[in-house]
């Protein structure tokens, strides 16, 4: 528990001694507390200032710093505060029930103090054991659905071994959005962080770098810059489709001739939106060549739509660019 010194020194020092250590400290500041307060109004409240300093180091020290404390300052203030200083004998007789009734509520500070510390620290414990179930339910959650979108992945692979060219592209394209769907999900389960979001840097980083692999060859080639904004999970995983669409379509149309081709895939977080564009220097696109009734077409305009946003083409001297638009009031 966070607030337990006797937790924190449990390396060093036993448990024991680190209470008498805790308790001694609490001790000397009380007995600090005392003189200060006996240069301005001697005498005053002798028992007063005891009180905090037992309720503290219960709290942080376990009852045994706390009963420590409360002995040492009583003792104290009954020999060195109470009249007769510098002894154990009352000049009043109503001392000693007063001192009694004084010692006997800091030890019931003890008592509830121990209490109310006994009662967060299950509180605590019972919560981080909750967390822990739940990371290693998460953890399994994450091992299955991996295994299988793994095996998606292969099933996809076997039947494009078999399959004929015309129906080999469109099965990869399939096997392209599985593994984007995949890496999404492995960045959702990844790190500490929120497990709702998606830290959109290394994912869309390490989606681009997939698709750089199965893609493109040659000198042609994927470029990611993207910034580090963590986005909810199913806005990602569309954003993610979206990209993937539009960089095997820059595969298969852009670069006809040549292999030196590049496609950049950048994300900016700007004031009013967030914006996603991918674009390559390649053969552009002309007029009747965009056909808005097309699968890929179709599906780029659902995801964006999915995602919260707008795609659209942006007119190039060279190449293509396509930017899909996050307004703030839809985008996390």
């Not at 020092?13 to 005392?34: D, K, M, N, S, T």
């Not at 998460?138 to 299955?144: K, M, N, P």
């Not at 399939?174 to 790190?191: F, K, N, P, T």
């Amino acid at each position: 528990m966070k607030i337990d010194l006797v937790d924190r020194f449990s390396p060093i020092l036993p448990e024991p001694l680190a209470q008498a250590l805790i308790g001694f400290v609490c001790a000397a500041l009380a007995v600090l507390a005392r003189g200060a307060v006996d240069v301005i109004f001697p005498y005053a409240g002798p028992f007063a200032l005891t009180f905090p300093f037992v309720l503290f180091a219960t709290l942080f020290g376990r009852w045994g710093a706390g009963i420590g404390v409360m002995c040492f300052s009583a003792l104290y203030a009954w020999y060195y505060v109470l009249p007769v200083t510098q002894s154990f004998t009352f000049e009043d007789p109503r001392d000693g029930p007063r001192v009694i009734v004084n010692v006997f509520s800091g030890f019931l500070i003890v008592l509830l103090a121990e209490y109310f510390r006994r009662f967060v620290r299950n509180v605590l414990l019972e919560r981080d054991a909750i967390a822990e179930e739940r990371r290693l339910l998460l953890e399994e959650l994450d091992h299955r659905v991996k295994n299988n979108f793994t095996m998606v992945s292969a099933m996809v692979r076997m039947e494009l071994q078999a399959a004929p060219e015309a129906a080999a592209a469109s099965l990869r394209t399939i096997q392209g959005r599985v593994e984007s769907i995949a890496r999404a999900h492995e960045s959702l389960y990844r790190g500490d962080g929120d497990i709702g979001a998606v830290a959109m840097r290394p994912y869309l980083s390490n989606l681009c770098a997939s698709l750089n692999t199965a893609y493109f060859r040659g000198k042609n080639t994927i470029v990611a810059d993207v910034c580090d904004v963590p986005l909810p999970r199913d806005e990602a995983v569309a954003i993610g489709l979206v990209v993937n669409e539009l960089c095997v379509n820059a595969s298969k149309h852009a670069f006809p001739e040549r292999d030196d081709g590049r496609v950049e895939v950048k994300m900016v977080n700007s004031e009013e939106a967030i914006i996603v564009s991918v674009s390559d220097n390649g053969v552009g696109i002309k007029g009747e060549a965009v056909r808005e009734g097309s699968l890929g077409q179709r599906l780029i305009s659902a995801f964006s739509a999915q995602a919260g946003g707008s795609i659209e083409r942006v007119d190039l001297d060279v190449g293509t660019k396509f930017q899909l638009v996050l307004p703030k009031n839809q985008a996390a």
